[in-house]
């Protein structure tokens, strides 16, 4: 049959697309291989159910350029994260969070790593296809029927007609030279292989269906409206519970807002040493001040060392000083003198203000550091009668014990004494200084 001949059967010419030939096991095929190579050919391939062993050699194949394609995509992924991540972060919204660079490599690394594994695992899956000219609807050699068996027992060579060196007839004669069984001509339709209807009318469909979402989207972007915006994923903002201050009909007293269960303890919150959390006082008795009521005696526990957990060194002493003067020195004066600036404010305005008593007061010295521990937590006095506010729900327990700290070296700093003997100090060598903080 011609080369541009028609079939009685259909009007669509026919061109020859290449040469076949059918060899009789893997040892020819690799003869055929080397001989094909030698001729000078190009554009061909062998064909066999299973890998041939030194068939590549045979054939000329070169390493693929496909593991440098990997390592240039993948630089080229660390190249654009970190660009990214320094665009973002220092350039285009630079925040400070917690004292930490605007941009800091360590940082960047999992971003980075993970663009490098995407951008090498897209070109590894598209390289392997291009350099493979994939993917192909159809190919000639699937209409010979000879062919089928490449899958089973059979092993062929096949020639390109787009190759240089080919030649229909020179061809066929070259692999019958070189042992081929059979040679056959490979032919397909001049009008080449048409893509499924199927394929076509479904990929449309897909394309369709993808730009819905965005379409959505820019008309939601575009129309002024006043119903909410469409919440696709909800990430529990619209999960079914009650606020704070809201009412619940759950409940017979009608409140969302639930105590904790009775004798329940926080984790961590347990506070068995009472030297250290109350000072010396027991539960009951600070559950009775915190209620506001007075005991009915007074409390004959109170520490008169500080707890081992206090610690008694400059820093403690530092933070007594800071907390001092932020809650206390506003009554009490830096000094501890009661000569704060609320007294001097107060005492214009009403005659009839108490004021605090003098911290190097005799009777405040000889008090135990868990009395003013107790003071400083529950204050003085209750009701209309109270003349001090009680800090425990201000102050930390930590910091309680330093203000008591400080206090008592406030009142060491003002009952200095001359030791026999010793040069007499100055007259304001036992005046507290500002930096002085030992107790």
Not at 34 to 52: I, K, L, M, Q
Not at 175 to 193: F, P
Not at 267 to 273: F, H, P, T
Not at 390 to 414: E, F, G, H, T
Request: aromatic content about 8%.
């Amino acid at each position: 049959m011609a080369e541009n001949e028609t079939t009685p059967e259909t009007t669509t010419e026919m061109t020859t697309a290449g040469v076949l030939g059918q060899f009789a096991d893997p040892e020819a095929l690799v003869a055929a291989a080397r001989g094909v190579r030698e001729a000078g050919y190009t554009r061909w391939d062998c064909h066999s159910p299973f890998p041939v062993h030194g068939i590549d050699p045979a054939m000329g194949i070169r390493p693929t350029p496909l593991p440098w394609l990997v390592l240039g995509a993948g630089i080229v992924g660390a190249i654009v994260a970190l660009l990214l991540q320094w665009w973002t972060n220092a350039v285009n919204y630079p925040h400070i969070i917690s004292g930490k660079p605007l941009f800091s490599l360590p940082a960047n690394i999992p971003v980075t790593f993970e663009l490098i594994v995407l951008f090498s695992g897209i070109t590894a899956f598209v390289g392997a296809l291009a350099l493979n000219n994939l993917p192909q609807w159809f190919h000639p050699l699937f209409s010979v029927a000879r062919f089928r068996r490449v899958t089973s027992d059979g092993f062929f060579i096949s020639i390109d007609s787009s190759d240089a060196k080919f030649d229909a007839a020179g061809t066929a004669e070259l692999l019958s030279s070189l042992g081929a069984t059979a040679v056959e001509t490979c032919r397909e339709s001049s009008a080449g292989a048409r893509v499924p209807r199927v394929l076509v009318w479904g990929g449309a469909i897909l394309v369709a269906l993808a730009m819905l979402p965005p379409l959505v989207i820019l008309i939601v972007r575009n129309t002024k409206s006043t119903s909410p915006r469409i919440h696709i994923i909800s990430d529990m903002d619209f999960q079914p519970k009650f606020r704070a201050q809201n009412a619940n009909p759950w409940f017979a007293d009608g409140r969302a807002m639930r105590l904790p269960p009775e004798g329940t303890i926080a984790d961590g919150q347990l506070r068995q040493d009472d030297n250290y959390w109350r000072g010396g006082l027991t539960r009951a008795e600070e559950a009775i001040l915190d209620a506001d009521r007075v005991l009915d005696e007074p409390p004959k526990h109170l520490v008169s060392r500080f707890p081992e957990r206090v610690s008694l060194d400059d820093d403690s002493m530092r933070r007594g000083r800071e907390r001092f003067n932020i809650f206390c020195a506003t009554c009490h004066g830096r000094s501890g003198d009661g000569d704060g600036m609320t007294m001097l404010r107060a005492f214009k305005r009403d005659d009839g203000w108490a004021a605090p008593r003098s911290l190097a007061d005799p009777t405040v010295r000889a008090m135990p550091v868990g009395k003013i521990f107790h003071t400083i937590s529950h204050g003085v006095g209750t009701g209309p009668a109270r003349t001090m506010p009680a800090y425990k729900w201000q102050i930390p327990v930590d910091d309680r014990w330093r203000i008591v700290l400080y206090v008592r070296a406030l009142q060491r700093s003002q009952q200095a004494t001359v030791v026999a003997g010793e040069p007499e100090a100055d007259e304001n060598e036992n005046q507290p200084e500002e930096n002085d903080t030992q107790p």
